[in-house]
């Protein structure tokens, strides 16, 4: 048996792309960078970046393309791959490429310091994808009327 699976927390490099097969399954591609701060062999701090494209399938692909942007903190996971190819140059490239199977939200719209979110009227007040935190608030209780500020416990 073998067992492919990678776990990234870092953050959108650019706005997510959302298409649809032919088929009408919705794809999104975006890119995601992590970053690391190592001594080099001086003793100085560097840092390193390391650049993963991510495709997300179905539902949660909509769901990533309606609330993530550039810059935004996600928590995903899935299985790696590396594709090669010949750049313009002719020389032999590398690319790590995630298939995600689970993506998180990790900051909210109140603690994106100047991040926007994507959000249209429609679907304001809906969380992320599979629990992550699109932004909203959801009021628990089956009274369905608005919580007010009093009554959170925080």
């Known amino acids: 048996m073998s067992f492919n699976k990678i776990i990234i927390v870092g953050n959108l490099g650019r706005d997510p792309e959302l298409r649809y097969t ?4 919705p794809v999104c591609s975006f890119s995601v960078a992590t970053n690391e701060r190592r001594k080099d062999k001086s ?3 560097q840092d390193i970046t390391t650049w993963f494209k991510v ?3 179905g539902r ?3 769901t990533v393309s309606q609330y993530l942007t550039k810059g935004r903190r996600v928590y995903l996971e899935g299985r790696l791959h590396v594709e090669e190819y010949t750049d313009r140059e002719g020389k032999q490239r590398y690319s790590l490429e995630v298939n995600a199977s689970d993506v998180h939200f990790l900051d909210s719209a109140q603690s994106a310091e100047g991040i926007p ?4 009227a429609q679907s304001a007040g809906t969380g992320g994808a599979r629990g992550g935190g699109g932004g909203g608030r959801e009021s628990s209780g089956g009274g369905g009327g608005d919580i007010e500020d ?5």
């Open 22 to 25: 032919a088929q009408g399954t």
């Open 43 to 45: 003793g100085e701090q």
């Open 55 to 57: 495709t997300v399938w």
């Open 60 to 62: 949660q692909a909509e």
């Open 117 to 120: 979110v994507r959000q249209s």
């Open 150 to 154: 009093d009554e959170i416990p925080f």
